[in-house]
Nanobody
Framework: QVQLVESGGGLVQAGGSLRLSCTASGRTYFDYDMGWFRQAPGKEREFVAAITWNGDTTCYAVSVKGRFTISRDNAKNTVNLQMNSLKPEDTAAYYC????????????????WGRGTQVTVSS
């Protein structure tokens, strides 16, 4: 079992930055690949970014590439999402998730999910 808790959401103006954190508990957390997804009102949940269990490989949605950076610190059981140059269209609830060696961009591949943290970007 892996439990995930997101934090760091809030209200920010367009062009600003936020850093989301996901704190994991569970003794095998470091074995899992980790991802961030988001869901805007009235829309389906979508992939944002992912990182492999050892941090060697990352991937990003086209819409956030170059603006967002995912990282992890297995010693601290955390996965972070640094979000820069935020746009109003980045407004969504952001979710942290864990999976075992599946397709990083596919929501159904993820086994464990946090409850989400809200990010609101004003224009």
């Amino acid at each position: 079992q892996v439990q995930l808790v997101e934090s760091g959401g809030g209200l920010v103006q367009a062009g600003g930055s936020l850093r989301l954190s996901c704190t994991a508990s569970g003794r095998t957390y470091f074995d899992y690949d980790m991802g961030w997804f988001r869901q805007a009102p009235g829309k389906e949940r979508e992939f944002v970014a992912a990182i492999t269990w050892n941090g060697d490989t990352t991937c990003y949605a086209v819409s956030v590439k170059g603006r967002f950076t995912i990282s992890r610190d297995n010693a601290k059981n955390t996965v972070n999402l640094q979000m820069n140059s935020l746009k109003p269209e980045d407004t969504a609830a952001y979710y942290c998730a864990a999976q075992w060696r599946g397709d990083y961009e596919r929501e159904s591949e993820y086994t464990y999910w946090g409850r989400g943290t809200q990010v609101t970007v004003s224009s």
